[in-house]
């Protein structure tokens, strides 16, 4: 896969032509030191996939991936020092075609550094595999290597009409060394999340609280989002709030936070949606269905509304739809077999 670097700092450009040449199978098609540069370049030699930095002279990477994407248009994802700081420009980015956005790898060989470099990596390889760049046994065996191993499995849960008893019943027949982090995104006022886990703290063996700003999900807990901004996990694999997108009716989205997982987490898990009113979760569960996550809908007998998963039904985006009493059961049997994947 030819990748082009987009970055005036010439440390982190010359950091990211080396994270590159160390995966067989990759080479760097050009560097450009702003976007100006890289819009002539992408015209006389269009890459297989553009690494764009944000904050540059001359021309910033928004308008230069506006442009890029109008005359010579390729993926493109942002890594850049700033998208805490820049997050309006990245959603402008994205709003150009841009696909992604991730924080630039950290220097170092310690474990932080490692992290971030797996990230960005994983995340060529799928863009390597989505575009049909097919990528050789050594280039995904040299990912795979990197694979962090303190990242848990996930098992994400989203609902709203009828969740906390669904919740309740599902997490009351999990055992308390499940090996597992849950996240569960309820449409709930912010005014009661902290009272919803208190109450779910009950029904479970397993430990629950609101997902922190910056915390990282861990094993046998249970994380609900907190506020009535959007819960997401970031690049470097924690939560964090957000305001946007502003459009959406539904605080926090099931929507965005799958959409977030299904871009950065680098392992399926298992993915559920709920009962509840409206569509919001669908289209979310289509996306990690198709980054082969195990997906299970409510079906509508157990459902308080039939809005949630009837419209995942519809996307065909859950391998499985089951009453509310055996999805917890299904949970179970499905972790027996959970194992690393390949990709």
């Known amino acids: 896969m030819r990748i082009a670097i987009v970055n005036d700092l010439l440390m982190a450009a010359e950091s990211l032509r080396r994270i590159i040449m160390s995966v067989p199978g990759h080479d760097v098609a050009w560097v450009a030191r702003d976007g100006r540069e890289a819009v002539r370049n992408a015209l006389a030699d269009t890459p297989d996939l553009i690494l764009m930095d944000l ?5 910033n990477g928004v308008e230069a991936t506006q442009q890029i994407m109008s005359g010579s248009p390729c993926p493109i994802v942002v890594v850049t020092a700033t998208i805490g700081e820049n997050t309006a420009m990245v959603f402008e980015a994205m709003g150009h075609g841009a696909l992604d956005a991730v924080n630039i790898p950290m220097m170092g060989s310690g474990s932080n550094a490692q992290k971030s470099r ?7 390889q799928f863009i390597a595999r989505l575009y049909g760049h097919l990528t050789d046994s050594k280039s995904e065996k040299a990912v795979r290597t990197m694979k962090i191993d303190f990242l848990p499995r996930l098992i994400v849960m989203g609902s709203s009409t009828g969740g906390p008893g669904a919740l309740a019943g599902i997490l009351s027949g999990l055992p ?12 709930v006022d912010e005014r009661f999340s902290a009272g919803l886990a208190d109450w779910l703290n009950a029904q479970t063996p397993l430990r629950v609280l609101l997902a922190p700003e910056g915390g990282r999900p861990k094993p046998d807990t249970v994380y609900i989002a907190g506020t009535n901004d959007h819960l997401v996990i970031t690049p470097s694999m924690t939560f964090s ?14 929507d965005v936070f799958f959409d977030s997982l299904m871009r950065i987490w680098p392992e399926p898990g298992i993915a559920i949606l709920l009962t509840g009113i409206g569509k919001d979760g669908a289209k979310g569960l ?40 055996k999805i917890g059961q299904a949970v179970c049997a499905r972790l027996n077999c959970m194992k690393p994947t390949d990709d």
């Open 286 to 325: 289509a996306g990690l269905k198709k980054a082969k996550w195990h997906t299970i809908a409510q079906d509508k007998e157990s459902s308080v509304v039939y809005g949630m998963p009837k419209a995942a039904a519809e996307l065909g985006a859950a391998d499985e739809i089951l009453p509310v009493e």
């Open 241 to 254: 709030y957000t305001s946007e997108p502003g459009a959406i009716s539904y605080r926090p989205s099931v």
């Open 176 to 187: 308390e060394k499940l090996g597992c982090a849950i996240i569960i995104i309820q449409h």
């Open 55 to 59: 904050i540059m002279p001359n021309m």
């Open 118 to 124: 797996y990230t960005l990596l994983r995340k060529i």
